[in-house]
């Protein structure tokens, strides 16, 4: 009878309801590690905003005082924990330390303050919107800007620019605010420097200028223009990568194909749409199409050989986009060729048959 009434009580539990408790469980297991992580971080709260505001009182001291203090600051707020960044990032503010870490900067000529307080500036940059907002208001942008207009040091160049570049990519406000400032020359005129890891960081901050819901309008990015054609022959794949992503984001502004074609970036976006890296040739394909659709830019893009270039890449679908803009008899035969044999391809989809069958109409 016992085993009886244990098999009929196995029976009677649903493999449903059995799948849902075990949710459930682990679900409660989940919960309770959650609060008690958060539970710690706000007992800890406390130490951390008394610790924050002995660190603050020491910037007023002599320089190693103040230099041991402000690297602390640093790697305080360089956690890797959101939360706990954020946490920090509002003690700051609440303590008026924001304002005393810019008053130490500009009240100093030691150059490793200046390096150690502009990574702190950057890390105070790096939280959420309404911090990195207040945190700029306060004015770290104009002690970053004042700054940048003479550096000693690359170090302390990149370290200026990576503050500058967190204020570019915060939000909306922040962005337009430092292309307002009229002192956008100052991060471009870095684009020379022969520091690699300067260039990258300049790269970085012309593509946040470009990022945001709201779109900056075309005179608040024209200075940015010049700088991106120079940068568009950079070696560095990184420095590429975000140049022709703001390239690719202009080209839809309506000014932007006309601004592309008076810098003459048509002839290297052909050739940057055969890079070996996928994104600089997705991007550069994107630019291209849009430009394709003006009209009186596609003498221009047949001129630099966008036919051979089509017929040299494995993009099936750029193809079959792009050559839909242009008229059949403007189509060389041997290219034409070519782009037909990569269409005929087995990868290929039907969607493709349109170019296709425009191609066999051109070879006739």
Known sequence: MRHLRHS?????IDPCVRSEM????????RRSFR?????QKRN?????????VQLISELTRDDQSTLKAITTCRIR???????????????????????????????????????EGGWTLANLL??????????????ADVVLLLLLTSPVSTDLCETLLWGLGNISGCCNNCRDSLLNSGKLDLVLSQVDNLA?????VVAWIIYNCFLGIKKPRFDQIEILIPSMAKLSHHFDEDVLSDVVRAICILSRMPEGPDAIFQADLIPRLLQLASHTLPQIQEDSLMAINRIAKVHQYRQNLMDHGIFSVLASIAKSEWIFRILRKFELETFPYDD????????NQPSVENIYADALRRLDLVML
Not at 336 to 343: V, W
């Open 336 to 343: 034409a060729q070519s782009i037909s044999r990569m269409l």
């Open 77 to 115: 707020l360089a956690t890797e924990d959101a939360f706990l960044r954020e946490k920090l990032i509002d003690h700051f503010i609440e303590v008026n330390g924001v304002l005393k870490i810019i008053h130490m900067m500009l009240n100093t000529s030691h150059i490793e303050i200046h390096i």
């Open 126 to 139: 790096s939280g959420r919107q309404d911090q990195g907002h207040l945190v700029m208001s306060l004015g």
């Open 22 to 29: 075990r949710m459930e469980s682990t679900k409660n297991v």
């Open 8 to 12: 009929v009580l196995c029976r009677s």
């Open 44 to 52: 800890v709260e406390p130490l951390l905003r008394d610790r924050i």
């Open 196 to 200: 690699i890891k300067v260039t990258k």
């Open 35 to 39: 609060d008690e992580q958060l539970s």
